[in-house]
C-alpha cells in the first residue's frame, strides 16, 4: 500500500514536527501551507493520507477537504483518508459529511495520531468511520 502523507497546515513549525514524526518511521511526506500547494501535491505525488488543520490558511479546513476529496472523484484516482486537526470537536457532523474519517481535538496526542495513521497506512482500514480523540 502507498504510504505517502500530505499535512496541510499554515504553520511551517508544525509542519516540520509532522514531517520528522513520519518519516522517521518510513513514511513519504508531503507538505501543503496553501489551498493551492495542497491541491499541485496531491496531483503530483497522491497520497494516501492527507492531515488537514481545521482552518489552515484561512480557509475552512473542510472546504479543503471537500475539494481534495473532489479531485480524487474527478481523476478516478482512490480517495485518501482524511484526519482533521481540530480546535474543538464539537459539532463533528459537517466533518463527517464532507468525507473526514478521523477527527481529533486539540491539544493534540501525537501518539495517538501516530497509532491511527499506522492503522491506516499499514493495510485496509479498519470499520472505524469516525474517531473522535479527545484530550
Known amino acids: 500500500m502507498n504510504k505517502t502523507i500530505l499535512i496541510v497546515n499554515d504553520y ?4 516540520l514536527i509532522y ?24 496531483m503530483a505525488r497522491w497520497p494516501s493520507l492527507v492531515i488537514v488543520d481545521d482552518h489552515p490558511m484561512g480557509i ?17 484516482r482512490p480517495v485518501p483518508v482524511a484526519i482533521a486537526l481540530r480546535g474543538d470537536v464539537v459539532g463533528g457532523q459537517e466533518f463527517v459529511l ?8 486539540k491539544p493534540l496526542d501525537f501518539e495517538r495520531l501516530d497509532a491511527v495513521v499506522h492503522r491506516i497506512l499499514r493495510g485496509p482500514k479498519s470499520q472505524d468511520v469516525l474517531d473522535i480523540a479527545r484530550s
Open 12 to 15: 511551517a513549525e508544525l509542519l
Open 19 to 42: 514531517r520528522e514524526l513520519f518519516e522517521m518511521q518510513g513514511y513519504e511526506v508531503s507538505t501543503a501551507e496553501s489551498v493551492e500547494q495542497a491541491a499541485s501535491t496531491m
Open 60 to 76: 475552512s479546513g473542510v472546504r479543503l477537504v471537500g475539494h481534495l476529496k473532489r479531485l480524487a472523484t474527478e481523476y478516478a
Open 98 to 105: 464532507v468525507g473526514f474519517d478521523y477527527i481529533f481535538g
